[in-house]
T-cell receptor
Protein backbone atom coordinates (compact mmCIF):
# COMPACT_ATOMS: atom_id res chain seq x y z
CA UNK A 1 0.00 0.00 0.00
CA UNK A 2 1.21 3.53 -0.73
CA UNK A 3 0.30 4.79 2.72
CA UNK A 4 -1.74 7.89 3.41
CA UNK A 5 -1.52 10.33 0.52
CA UNK A 6 -1.91 14.07 0.92
CA UNK A 7 -1.91 16.89 -1.59
CA UNK A 8 -0.60 19.42 -2.10
CA UNK A 9 2.62 19.02 -0.12
CA UNK A 10 3.14 22.76 0.02
CA UNK A 11 0.65 25.59 -0.38
CA UNK A 12 1.36 29.30 -0.31
CA UNK A 13 -1.63 31.56 -0.57
CA UNK A 14 -2.74 35.06 0.23
CA UNK A 15 -5.00 35.98 3.08
CA UNK A 16 -8.65 35.71 2.11
CA UNK A 17 -8.17 32.96 -0.43
CA UNK A 18 -9.81 29.54 -0.23
CA UNK A 19 -7.54 26.60 0.50
CA UNK A 20 -8.45 22.94 -0.05
CA UNK A 21 -6.31 20.14 1.34
CA UNK A 22 -6.82 16.58 0.16
CA UNK A 23 -6.28 13.17 1.69
CA UNK A 24 -6.51 9.55 0.57
CA UNK A 25 -6.41 7.16 3.55
CA UNK A 26 -4.97 3.66 3.56
CA UNK A 27 -7.37 1.22 1.91
CA UNK A 28 -9.42 -0.69 4.48
CA UNK A 29 -9.00 1.87 7.25
CA UNK A 30 -12.28 3.10 8.70
CA UNK A 31 -11.02 6.08 10.70
CA UNK A 32 -9.67 9.29 9.22
CA UNK A 33 -8.19 12.15 11.23
CA UNK A 34 -7.19 15.71 10.36
CA UNK A 35 -4.50 17.33 12.56
CA UNK A 36 -2.76 20.68 12.59
CA UNK A 37 0.75 21.11 13.96
CA UNK A 38 2.57 24.29 14.95
CA UNK A 39 5.55 24.93 17.18
CA UNK A 40 3.42 26.80 19.67
CA UNK A 41 0.45 24.44 19.93
CA UNK A 42 1.90 21.07 18.99
CA UNK A 43 -0.28 18.46 17.29
CA UNK A 44 -3.97 19.35 17.46
CA UNK A 45 -6.84 17.12 16.34
CA UNK A 46 -9.23 19.11 14.20
CA UNK A 47 -11.85 16.54 13.19
CA UNK A 48 -12.18 12.82 12.67
CA UNK A 49 -14.43 10.50 10.69
CA UNK A 50 -15.52 6.90 11.19
CA UNK A 51 -16.90 5.12 8.12
CA UNK A 52 -17.09 8.49 6.32
CA UNK A 53 -19.22 10.06 9.08
CA UNK A 54 -17.85 13.02 11.09
CA UNK A 55 -17.67 11.96 14.73
CA UNK A 56 -16.05 14.88 16.50
CA UNK A 57 -15.33 18.30 15.02
CA UNK A 58 -14.80 20.09 18.32
CA UNK A 59 -11.20 20.82 17.36
CA UNK A 60 -12.12 22.82 14.27
CA UNK A 61 -11.04 26.36 15.17
CA UNK A 62 -13.96 28.23 13.65
CA UNK A 63 -16.52 28.28 10.90
CA UNK A 64 -13.88 29.09 8.32
CA UNK A 65 -12.81 25.46 8.53
CA UNK A 66 -14.86 22.62 7.06
CA UNK A 67 -14.14 18.98 6.24
CA UNK A 68 -15.87 16.36 4.16
CA UNK A 69 -15.45 12.68 3.45
CA UNK A 70 -17.65 11.80 0.46
CA UNK A 71 -16.35 8.23 0.28
CA UNK A 72 -13.98 5.82 2.00
CA UNK A 73 -10.99 6.83 -0.11
CA UNK A 74 -11.12 10.62 -0.08
CA UNK A 75 -11.40 13.53 2.33
CA UNK A 76 -10.95 17.29 2.07
CA UNK A 77 -10.22 20.02 4.58
CA UNK A 78 -11.21 23.48 3.41
CA UNK A 79 -10.32 26.87 4.84
CA UNK A 80 -12.34 29.80 3.56
CA UNK A 81 -11.25 32.54 3.93
CA UNK A 82 -7.70 31.77 4.97
CA UNK A 83 -5.79 33.91 7.48
CA UNK A 84 -2.07 34.16 8.33
CA UNK A 85 -2.68 32.41 11.68
CA UNK A 86 -3.78 29.31 9.75
CA UNK A 87 -0.17 28.79 8.65
CA UNK A 88 0.82 25.34 9.91
CA UNK A 89 1.46 21.78 8.79
CA UNK A 90 -1.79 19.87 8.29
CA UNK A 91 -1.62 16.10 8.66
CA UNK A 92 -4.13 13.48 7.66
CA UNK A 93 -3.98 10.10 9.40
CA UNK A 94 -5.96 6.88 9.17
CA UNK A 95 -6.44 3.75 11.26
CA UNK A 96 -8.74 0.76 11.55
CA UNK A 97 -10.68 -0.79 14.38
CA UNK A 98 -11.07 -4.35 15.48
CA UNK A 99 -10.88 -6.58 18.52
CA UNK A 100 -12.11 -3.82 20.83
CA UNK A 101 -8.86 -1.85 20.84
CA UNK A 102 -7.61 1.39 19.37
CA UNK A 103 -5.07 0.82 16.63
CA UNK A 104 -2.10 2.95 15.63
CA UNK A 105 -2.68 5.82 13.27
CA UNK A 106 -0.67 6.17 10.09
CA UNK A 107 0.13 9.70 9.07
CA UNK A 108 0.41 11.21 5.62
CA UNK A 109 3.41 13.40 4.74
CA UNK A 110 1.47 16.57 5.58
CA UNK A 111 0.66 19.79 3.76
CA UNK A 112 2.72 22.81 4.76
CA UNK A 113 0.40 25.80 4.46
CA UNK A 114 1.68 29.36 4.42
CA UNK A 115 -0.83 32.20 4.34
CA UNK A 116 0.67 35.62 3.63
CA UNK B 1 -10.09 14.78 32.16
CA UNK B 2 -7.46 13.40 29.86
CA UNK B 3 -3.87 14.52 29.98
CA UNK B 4 -0.51 13.36 28.67
CA UNK B 5 2.68 14.83 30.16
CA UNK B 6 6.24 14.42 28.95
CA UNK B 7 9.42 16.49 29.21
CA UNK B 8 9.90 19.13 26.54
CA UNK B 9 13.56 18.55 25.72
CA UNK B 10 16.35 16.08 26.41
CA UNK B 11 19.96 15.84 25.35
CA UNK B 12 22.06 12.69 25.20
CA UNK B 13 25.37 11.50 23.80
CA UNK B 14 25.85 9.21 20.83
CA UNK B 15 26.20 5.60 21.97
CA UNK B 16 24.47 6.23 25.31
CA UNK B 17 21.05 5.17 26.62
CA UNK B 18 18.19 7.61 27.16
CA UNK B 19 14.81 7.18 28.82
CA UNK B 20 11.90 9.42 27.85
CA UNK B 21 9.10 9.42 30.40
CA UNK B 22 5.38 9.92 29.94
CA UNK B 23 2.61 10.17 32.50
CA UNK B 24 -0.99 9.95 31.47
CA UNK B 25 -4.51 10.39 32.75
CA UNK B 26 -7.07 9.00 30.32
CA UNK B 27 -10.56 7.68 30.69
CA UNK B 28 -11.00 4.00 29.96
CA UNK B 29 -7.39 2.97 29.46
CA UNK B 30 -6.87 1.13 26.18
CA UNK B 31 -3.14 1.13 25.61
CA UNK B 32 -0.35 3.66 25.11
CA UNK B 33 1.46 4.59 21.91
CA UNK B 34 4.85 6.08 21.11
CA UNK B 35 5.59 7.92 17.89
CA UNK B 36 8.80 9.35 16.43
CA UNK B 37 8.80 12.55 14.41
CA UNK B 38 11.86 13.87 12.61
CA UNK B 39 11.97 17.58 11.84
CA UNK B 40 9.89 18.36 8.78
CA UNK B 41 8.38 14.90 8.60
CA UNK B 42 5.23 13.13 9.75
CA UNK B 43 4.96 11.17 13.01
CA UNK B 44 5.67 7.47 12.58
CA UNK B 45 4.44 4.71 14.87
CA UNK B 46 7.07 3.16 17.16
CA UNK B 47 5.32 1.04 19.77
CA UNK B 48 2.10 0.11 21.52
CA UNK B 49 1.74 -1.16 25.10
CA UNK B 50 -1.48 -2.41 26.63
CA UNK B 51 -0.09 -4.71 29.33
CA UNK B 52 2.33 -3.84 32.12
CA UNK B 53 5.97 -4.46 31.42
CA UNK B 54 8.65 -3.92 28.86
CA UNK B 55 8.26 -4.43 25.10
CA UNK B 56 11.55 -4.59 23.21
CA UNK B 57 12.05 -3.81 19.54
CA UNK B 58 15.70 -3.70 18.65
CA UNK B 59 17.35 -0.59 20.10
CA UNK B 60 13.97 0.78 21.22
CA UNK B 61 11.93 -0.51 24.16
CA UNK B 62 8.73 0.78 25.73
CA UNK B 63 7.55 0.22 29.27
CA UNK B 64 4.11 0.57 30.82
CA UNK B 65 2.78 0.64 34.38
CA UNK B 66 -1.00 0.96 34.32
CA UNK B 67 -1.32 1.31 38.09
CA UNK B 68 1.03 4.30 38.06
CA UNK B 69 -0.23 5.85 34.82
CA UNK B 70 3.36 5.86 33.60
CA UNK B 71 5.27 4.84 30.50
CA UNK B 72 8.75 5.33 29.16
CA UNK B 73 10.58 4.89 25.89
CA UNK B 74 14.11 3.56 26.18
CA UNK B 75 16.58 4.18 23.37
CA UNK B 76 19.85 2.25 23.48
CA UNK B 77 23.09 2.73 21.56
CA UNK B 78 21.97 6.18 20.51
CA UNK B 79 22.73 7.28 16.98
CA UNK B 80 22.72 10.79 15.53
CA UNK B 81 19.68 9.85 13.45
CA UNK B 82 17.69 9.32 16.68
CA UNK B 83 17.54 13.11 17.10
CA UNK B 84 13.81 13.70 16.76
CA UNK B 85 10.66 14.47 18.69
CA UNK B 86 9.07 11.55 20.54
CA UNK B 87 5.34 11.72 21.18
CA UNK B 88 3.41 9.73 23.74
CA UNK B 89 -0.28 9.15 22.94
CA UNK B 90 -3.19 7.50 24.70
CA UNK B 91 -6.59 6.43 23.37
CA UNK B 92 -9.59 8.48 24.42
CA UNK B 93 -11.81 5.70 25.68
CA UNK B 94 -13.10 3.64 22.77
CA UNK B 95 -13.64 6.63 20.48
CA UNK B 96 -10.84 5.63 18.11
CA UNK B 97 -8.98 8.91 18.59
CA UNK B 98 -5.65 9.47 20.34
CA UNK B 99 -4.66 12.18 22.81
CA UNK B 100 -1.07 13.24 22.03
CA UNK B 101 1.45 14.73 24.42
CA UNK B 102 3.42 17.80 23.39
CA UNK B 103 6.39 15.64 22.46
CA UNK B 104 9.94 15.39 23.80
CA UNK B 105 12.62 16.80 21.52
CA UNK B 106 15.71 14.63 21.82
CA UNK B 107 19.04 15.96 20.67
CA UNK B 108 21.84 13.43 20.27
CA UNK B 109 25.31 14.94 20.41
CA UNK B 110 28.58 13.39 19.21
Amino acid sequence: DAGVIQSPRHEVTEMGQEVTLRCKPISGHDYLFWYRQTMMRGLELLIYFNNNVPIDDSGMPEDRFSAKMPNASFSTLKIQPSEPRDSAVYFCASSFTGGGRTYEQYFGPGTRLTVT
Amino acid sequence: GQNIDQPTEMTATEGAIVQINCTYQTSGFNGLFWYQQHAGEAPTFLSYNVLDGLEEKGRFSSFLSRSKGYSYLLLKELQMKDSASYLCAGPSGNTGKLIFGQGTTLQVKP
